[in-house]
């Protein structure tokens, strides 16, 4: 009976119903995780990229920063200023030296 091919139609197009929208709520992203895609990039990004990408002010996104360097411990959150372009963030992971 759980084999949705052996089901009437009319239940059958319920269950693939169901599993499109169970398969769309498991690719949505967080805010958090989102932030800390662009700041896993290998250039990083900057504040304001930050901003666009999290829809959040300015502060909020430094709030993100610290809080995200203190709980990542296996990760360092490394702020560079370029000359002529934007300070960037990004998250350089920590080399544990065996001992």
């Given at each position: 009976m759980?084999?949705?091919a052996s089901a009437p139609a009319s239940n059958r197009k319920s269950y693939a119903h169901k599993t499109r929208v169970a398969q769309r709520k498991s690719k949505i992203k967080t805010k958090?995780?989102?932030g800390l895609s662009l700041l896993r990039r290998r250039h990083g990004c900057s504040l304001k990229q930050l901003q666009n990408a999290l829809a959040w002010q300015?502060?909020?996104?430094?709030?993100?920063?610290s809080t995200m360097a203190k709980q990542l411990t296996h990760y360092d959150l490394v702020s560079e200023k370029p000359e002529g372009k934007p300070r960037c963030y990004r998250l350089v992971a920590i080399e544990?030296?065996?001992s």
């Open positions: 759980n084999n949705p958090k995780q989102i300015p502060h909020s996104v430094r709030g993100f920063l544990q030296v065996a």
